[in-house]
């Protein structure tokens, strides 16, 4: 293959998340070149409606050119990159996409399956002399190829978009040598390849990182400074800490590679009737695949074409249960359907995940066509966002690194006093360079990035030891801000096993008493509902599949039988006239009730899987003798009830409902329907869902108790109690969730719901929403204290209101969300679009669930907490073994703790700099400084101990209203650093005075500098008093209530800080030997003088205590009081001050209507 660098540059866009099929918009700028004239980026002729309609607006995967020579471009997070074009000569023959593909296309053109309002395909002219030259270029391992009609860079996936599923039906037969040749020039090989960079590559990275900079610089200042055994020892410890960073960064992209690296066998079915075996790395999108029975890795996303699979997709979800996968529709009206990996989630097999078992009804195979390869699959998207992953945002960093800059100032000031200083003193010029650039090292640590992470270490040490796992340290100082929570219910407020309750059935169109156990139903409809509508399958002979199912056919005691590949067909099926995917064979004769005998099988033709945007599932069945067919399904009532003839519906069907789910019952609906033109297997096949799934029989309810976990009410009402706000976000019925979130806490027993009804425009009149207390809809019980309510409300929704808001009542949603607790009847992209309007509002939002369905959730919240066995899922940053919400308020206390622990050891190592600046500004000013090991014993012996060993004190057992401070450039903190500086100067000062004020005082030789002037009394009293400076500070700063446990639970930081102490009151008092010698000490008889000292750094320490205490409590209040209030940069803040100023809203029972402001507010 022969690559030419082309002469200009492209741009790069984000990924998309996995499964699906749009990016999100981009912005680029390039000065490609894109058809060999002049280097200026050109727009070409005129575009076509279509194009222009694409370049107009956000076309997901798609840039445009602008004139501009800064070839630059943005990713997904706004940071912006460059990236060279290359091209590659392909050859010439039939390159179309798909078997739809217009035949004037075919030459020097690529199809894509973008349909424009003229039914053409749209296309990427390859070069304006027919020659089949393809332009792209590679970001964040994504390839982007020009479209000549677009006048822009296209994702490669993008090419894919639009096939229907008839399309891909067709690709059944294979591709050609030749088009596969030339798609995999266009698409790459189908490989995620992790660069591991090798260590002198990563050695020179590291090196040139402006931590290591600054270390290289300071050791040689340090070095002709005379400072040999500083330096020396700063080298060695740099040094093993650089290789051990460079160890521990390849092993983790050695890791990662591992993981994202595939290369299995596949076999390939050919144009030409052949079949292939081939590397995986070879597939590319329209590869006709044939999968093995025995399960396989899956090397791409891919349509299943034929057969059933089951698969585990816990690698991309984190959901142990295994997922059946059902052929691609194909006939009728589903085959002119636009194929999306979302919508279509149940018939594509995703890249990573694990086929357990493939079963295979027509002809003798498994068969998948490829749709998406490499970077472009689900897996390739989930290791992109771990290469790439999105930047944390905290005001804490930000204020971080303004706080360094400030500290740098100041070293600057030091700097000119020095210098002034030691120019009047007649201090060389060379030694004066020296001694200024000395300073600047002195007050900026280079130690303190790192210093910061210790609370997250041992946070994230003490979360993995209670069985939660983080794969991202930084946002654990995230958890200490939270202020709202979203909830799942099924599986995390809930248990996840549901209980079946029994059955209500129908009796001439009346419901009948409900039936506690269903294998008492009389033979009929209802029964065969129960028994057959699943999606159950064998594993190696034990039933698998939803939790739901498995109980549902459990309380009927049929048992499903399936035929193995290797024994034919199963027996007894001749009775049945056709082939069939499963059969429930009744319970044993004495296993049944005396007055219900159930003899005959039922036969499985086809399911229809379930969708969570259609909200219900199907199966075609036959019963032996019986030419037609029967279709039962079974899903949300209204969902259901909608599908069914009015005459069959009980006119108490919604009282019945609201009876049951008020009560905080699940309850399914379930209706049938003979199909007399559905005779045989093939027969099945051919139907559409939509036409099987009409004008329906009701048959009634099945009735679910979804018992509630122990743990959960507790924890919600410590939440509540923290001033952490619980919100419920569900695809369960309203009246169940509304249930669950009083039995929950989340909703008081005086507390006021109320429910927020929006419909969509009609042809007569605007959008609308209605506020409507849940009293009034008979939808819950009234409290006994006759509607006594205390004046706290939560509004209700479901998905459908909460679209309608979206579209046409952007000013008012705001509100809603802010009052808003309760959303049933969520799809997962609603559940995802949720947490970001929370996020809008400006709370920093955690998302707490267990199942695929919340796998956009839990990624797109600032904490997302999975509840998953896997010992750690990468479908969010936590994950908790135990499958309960104890883990939150764990979760929240430890990221307060680590948020309070950064903040101290921050603070810390700025009062540490700034003690160690005065005392060397104090001795720069009688020309003299600290010696060597003095130094090595201050940075070393001390501070880094402390700075290590501090933030191993653990988190409060209480959860607590007040929250950490999130801001460093604030009154408390800037507070607290400046009245804690100017202590330490006034007690140096104070030091130096008293003794050069004692009678036996000698003054230094001032003639000659550090360290020929060493040892002597001002070094030795200011080495003294700082000591004891440092290890005051780490007291003060290890703050323990509300937020942390006292300091003497902290064992080892506290014995480290009695022997520093005793240490420094032994060098103080008695300096002898080996250690006098090596820190140049001067000896000091006066005892008396000695015992001040002491008595001088006590009341240093009572002085810096009591003064962080009354900073805690409030000392610098009254600075607040003096300036103007302002109002808060929380949105959600100020809208909660607006709304707690008008008791009357919402409008009860009153529609509001949507104005043109609103609608276009979201346009």
């Given amino acids: ?36 004239g002049s280097g200026r980026p050109t727009r070409g002729p005129a575009m076509s409606s279509d194009s222009s309609r694409l370049l107009g607006g956000p076309r997901p995967g798609y840039g445009t050119l602008q004139r501009n020579t800064e070839p630059s471009c943005m990713d997904r997070f706004g940071q912006r990159f460059t990236a060279r074009v290359q091209t590659e000569m392909l050859g010439e023959g039939s390159l179309e996409h798909h078997p739809g593909a217009r035949l004037e296309d075919r030459k020097s053109s690529i199809a894509v399956g973008v349909a424009d309002e003229e039914e053409s395909r749209d296309t990427i002219r390859l070069h304006q002399e027919e020659r089949n030259v393809l332009r792209y270029y590679l970001f964040e391992g994504l390839r982007y190829v020009w479209m000549e009609r677009q006048q822009a860079y296209c994702r490669v996936s993008a090419l894919d978009e639009g096939w229907t599923c008839a399309e891909l039906h067709l690709c059944r037969a294979g591709l050609g040598q030749q088009d596969h040749s030339s798609r995999r020039k266009i ?17 020179v990275e590291e090196v040139l990182n402006p931590f290591y900079i600054f270390q290289v610089l300071s050791i040689v200042l340090w070095v002709c400074d005379a400072y040999y055994y500083y330096a020396a020892c700063i080298f060695l410890i740099s040094t093993i ?89 194909n006939g ?51 290791i992109s966002s771990i290469l790439y992953p999105k930047p944390v945002t905290f005001k804490f960093y930000k204020d971080a690194v303004k706080f360094v800059l400030f500290l740098a100032v100041l070293a600057f000031i030091g700097t000119l006093y020095s210098m002034l200083i030691m120019v009047k003193n007649q201090v060389p010029v060379g030694q004066i360079i020296i001694r200024a650039l000395d300073l600047i090292t002195v007050i900026v ?81 209802m029964l065969h509902a129960l028994a057959t509508c699943h999606s159950i399958t064998l594993l190696q002979g034990q039933p698998v599949g939803d939790p739901v199912d498995l109980k549902m056919v459990e309380s009927t005691g049929w048992r499903l039988e399936m035929a193995e590949e290797d024994e034919g067909e199963l027996p007894g099926l001749q009775c049945f006239g056709t082939k069939v995917l499963a059969m429930m064979n009744p319970p044993p004769e004495e296993e049944q009730p005396p007055d219900r005998k159930h003899r005959s099988p039922v036969a499985i033709l086809r399911r229809f899987p379930f969708s969570s945007s259609l909200q219900r599932m199907s199966v075609l069945t036959k019963h032996p003798g019986d030419d037609a067919c029967w279709l039962y399904i079974k899903g949300a009532p209204e969902v259901v009830a909608s599908l069914c003839s009015t005459e069959t519906v009980p006119a108490d069907f919604s009282q019945v409902l609201r009876h049951y789910t008020a009560d905080g019952f699940r309850v399914l609906a379930l209706a049938c329907r003979p199909l007399s033109a559905v005779r045989s297997f093939e027969d099945a096949l051919q139907l559409t869902r939509d036409a099987a799934e009409s004008s329906l ?52 027993p005086n507390e006021r719901v109320v429910f927020v009804t929006a419909s969509p425009p009609g042809r007569d009149q605007p959008a609308s929403v209605k506020f409507i207390p849940a009293e009034l809809s008979q939808g819950e019980k009234q409290p006994e204290d006759a509607q006594q309510w205390d004046g706290r409300l939560h509004l209700a929704m479901n998905g459908k209101s909460f679209a309608v808001l979206q579209e046409h009542f952007a000013d008012l949603l705001p509100k809603i969300l802010v009052r808003a607790t309760v959303f049933a009847r969520m799809s997962p992209e609603q559940k995802t679009q949720l947490v970001c309007s929370l996020q809008e509002l400006d709370y920093c939002v955690g998302m707490c669930g267990d199942g695929a369905n919340d796998c956009g959730a839990l990624k797109a919240a600032d904490v997302g907490i999975s509840l998953s066995e896997a010992e750690a899922s990468v479908a969010s940053p936590f994950t908790s073994c135990r499958a309960n919400i104890e883990c939150v308020p764990t979760v929240i206390r430890e990221g307060r703790c680590s948020l309070v622990t950064s903040f101290g050891v921050f603070k810390y190592m700025a009062l540490y700099s700034l003690v160690q600046f005065v005392s060397v500004l104090l001795l720069y000013t009688i020309n003299t400084n600290l010696s060597d090991f003095q130094f090595l014993f201050f940075d070393l012996i001390i501070t880094t101990t402390v700075a290590v060993l501090m933030g191993r004190t653990g988190p409060a057992r209480e959860l607590g209203v007040r929250r950490p401070q ?3 450039i604030s009154v408390p903190v800037l507070g607290s650093l400046l009245l804690q500086t100017a202590l330490l100067i006034t007690v140096q000062v104070l030091s130096y005075f008293i003794t050069v004020s004692q009678s036996w005082y000698v003054p230094l030789n001032s003639t000659v500098t550090a360290p020929q002037n060493l040892p002597n009394y001002e070094n030795t009293v200011l080495f003294c008093i700082s000591g004891f400076q440092y290890l005051i500070l780490a007291v003060a700063m290890s703050k323990g209530y509300p937020f942390r446990e006292p300091l003497y639970t902290n064992v080892l930081f506290l014995v480290v800080l009695m022997l520093l102490f005793g240490l420094l009151i032994w060098l103080t008092l008695y300096p002898l030997g080996f250690p006098k010698t090596l820190l140049k000490l001067q000896g000091i008889d006066d005892l008396n003088f000695k015992l001040l000292l002491l008595g001088i750094a006590t009341l240093n320490f009572f002085a810096a205590f009591v003064l962080e205490t009354a900073l805690d409590y409030g000392l610098l209040g009254c600075l607040r009081k003096l300036r103007r209030k302002k109002a808060s940069s929380k949105l959600f803040k100020r809208l909660e001050k607006d709304l707690s100023q008008q008791p009357s809203w919402p409008p009860l029972n009153e529609p509001l209507f949507a104005t043109p402001r609103m609608s276009i507010a979201v346009r």
């Fill in 187 to 203: 698409y790459g090989p189908n490989l995620i390849e992790v660069p591991v960079k090798s260590y002198a590559k990563l050695l």
């Fill in 697 to 748: 029989t009701f048959l009634g309810f099945l009735v679910m108790k979804n018992v509630l976990k122990l743990e959960s009410a507790p924890v919600i009402t410590l939440l509540r109690n923290a001033g952490v706000r619980p919100v419920m976000v569900t695809g369960d019925n309203m009246l169940t969730a509304v249930n669950v979130a009083r039995s929950c806490c989340m909703v008081g």
């Fill in 966 to 968: 999130g801001a460093l």
């Fill in 445 to 525: 640590p280079p130690a303190l990035p790192a210093a910061m992470t210790v609370g997250s270490i041992y946070a994230q040490n003490r979360l993995k030891k209670r069985g939660i796992f983080c794969i991202s340290p930084p946002r654990i100082n995230l958890c200490g801000k939270i202020r709202l929570v979203c909830f799942d219910k099924t599986g995390t407020l809930t248990e996840e096993g549901l209980d079946v309750w029994g059955v209500i059935s129908l009796e001439d169109g009346r419901f009948m008493p409900i039936i506690h156990e269903p294998r008492r139903l009389p033979s009929g409809p």
């Fill in 332 to 382: 009728g009206g589903a085959a002119g359907t636009i194929y999306s990996p979302k919508e279509h989630q149940r018939h594509t097999l995703f890249c990573g995940t694990h086929i357990i078992q493939a079963r295979s009804y027509v002809g003798q195979e498994v068969l998948a066509v490829v749709t998406r390869t490499g970077f472009c699959t689900a897996k390739g998207d989930l």
């Fill in 1 to 36: 293959m022969m690559v030419m660098r082309g002469e200009g540059w492209g741009v790069g866009a984000g990924t998309t998340n996995p499964g699906s099929s749009h990016a999100p918009p981009f912005r680029c700028r390039c000065s490609a070149r894109p058809r060999g």
């Fill in 241 to 329: 800490s650089l290789g051990l960073s460079l160890y521990e960064t390849r092993k983790q992209s050695t890791t990662l590679r591992n993981m994202a690296r595939m290369s299995i066998s596949i076999r390939v079915h050919r144009a030409d009737g052949e079949e292939a075996m081939v590397s995986s790395a070879e597939l590319v999108p329209g590869d006709c695949i044939s999968l093995p029975l025995d399960g396989v890795l899956v090397p791409c996303d891919a349509a299943l074409l034929t057969g059933e699979c089951m698969v585990n997709e816990s690698m991309l979800t984190g959901e142990s249960v295994p997922v059946l996968k059902t052929p691609l529709p």
